[in-house]
């Protein structure tokens, strides 16, 4: 009985605290809707080109290299990102380094002070402190942003590690989206990474012209979004509402809000045809399960639902009618709605819409058909599983 109350009170002070977190904070920054921009945009899909591209990239740097990811690792992907970071800094170029506390945990204490050693900027986002320490801890910055000489951008799915490269076994191929962008939008990108350097640091910086060259228009229009634990719902909500004939949807974890998911049956309803792309692989606990009962009402209303098997699906992606595309670091599940900082990139180009679509079917091709049968045929332990998982699901 002792053991029980214990455990009672234990949930009651962490539920007061995120929820006495989410009052105090209820007035942060929620949305920032950058102006529309004309960049030219390249999509990468494959680890191996992107970091090819990547790395070459920042050896080109002159002035000053602005990096966030919510994971880095410390392995053989990422020793030669650290290696360029090292000597660029101690070449004079500005060299700022921002991740995640949670998801880059565990980097050696040694690493990070060569790096700094070497004139390398680096800080941790959002790392968690009292009060409101659980509240603190589950609201994460997602974010991928690289901003290079504030004339090259790069935004996606893509973090640094062994398994973004293919080199996991665990994993196999990781498929990806992610954006090279130059032009306009690269000061928006910039915005952001400042933004987001100086809430992590609580140092302002100085001299920020330097950071905001002038940029020539590119060919492609499109928009970029950051969302801080708000605001995606309704972003999400008001992309599917102008569907007329086709939503894809790719994303490694699908756990939508109800309002959203209502949407989505909707859409249906209203005879626009949706597919939705996830991996057959789980890399985290029950966020598969917790996908099974949105999937049993979407087959059951007419949506086709595919999970891809060669490797682990990681994309974030949005395709609207072939009209308009989304690519970002945003998954299609409550984490990324509620919890987590955001950011993506709606591109109104056709030519560019066609190609992401391009690279959705083609993935299409190494996925399995999900059927309400084999709904109905899951185990025992797939079904107790999903129960555990419909009572977590907004924190998964």
């Known amino acids: 009985m002792v053991v029980i109350s214990v455990i009672a009170i234990v949930l009651l002070l962490v539920y007061l605290d995120d929820k006495l977190g989410q009052f105090i904070f209820r007035n942060g920054r929620k949305k920032v809707v950058y102006p529309e921009r004309r960049s030219d945009i390249s999509l990468y899909i494959n680890g191996r080109h992107l970091f090819s591209d990547y790395f070459a990239e920042l050896g080109r740097a002159r002035d000053h290299i602005h990096v966030l990811f919510y994971i880095i690792k410390n392995d053989e992907t990422s020793a ?48 968690p402190r009292f009060p409101f320490f659980i509240y603190r801890l589950n609201r994460r910055n997602h974010r991928k942003i690289t901003v290079i000489d504030g004339r090259v951008g ?79 719902e309704e972003q999400f909500i008001e992309i599917i509402r102008q569907a007329k004939k086709e939503i894809m949807i790719g994303s490694p974890y699908f756990i939508p809000s109800q309002p959203l998911f209502r949407e989505l049956m909707e859409a249906l309803r209203r005879g626009v045809r949706v597919t939705v792309l996830v991996p057959l692989k789980a890399d985290h606990l029950f966020v598969k399960e917790a996908a099974y009962p949105y999937f049993y009402r979407l087959l059951k209303a007419g949506a086709r639902i595919y999970r891809f098997y060669q490797g682990f699906y990681h994309a974030k992606t949005l395709v609207i009618d072939e009209e308009w595309c989304d690519v970002g670091t945003a998954n299609f599940d409550r984490r990324s709605l509620f919890l987590n900082g955001e950011i993506n990139c709606y591109v109104f180009d056709r030519a560019f819409t066609r190609l992401v679509k391009r690279a959705i079917e083609r993935d299409l091709l190494r996925a399995e058909p999900l059927t309400v049968d084999f709904w109905h045929k899951r185990s025992l332990l797939d079904r107790g599983k999903q129960s555990i998982s419909q009572l977590i699901s907004a924190w998964l």
Do not use: C, M
């Not at 945990?105 to 900027?121: M, N």
């Not at 130059?182 to 330097?210: C, I, M, P, Y």
């Open 154 to 232: 790069y935004i996606g799915g893509f973090n640094i590690g062994r398994e973004y490269n293919g080199k996991d076994a665990n994993f196999g191929e990781w498929r990806d989206y992610h954006l090279k962008v130059n032009g306009e939008g690269v000061h928006d990108l910039q915005e952001q990474f400042l933004h987001d350097w100086e809430e992590a640091t609580g140092r302002t910086v100085s001299d920020k012209h330097r950071y905001f060259p002038p940029l020539p228009a590119g060919a492609i229009r499109h928009q970029l979004v950051a969302t801080n634990g708000a605001a995606l």
């Open 80 to 127: 030669p990102f650290f290696q360029i970071l090292k000597e660029k800094a101690a070449a004079g170029v500005k060299v700022r380094v921002l991740t995640d506390w949670v998801g880059s945990f565990g980097l050696p204490k040694a690493l990070i002070h060569s790096l700094k050693e070497s004139g390398v900027e680096f800080a941790y986002a959002r790392k």
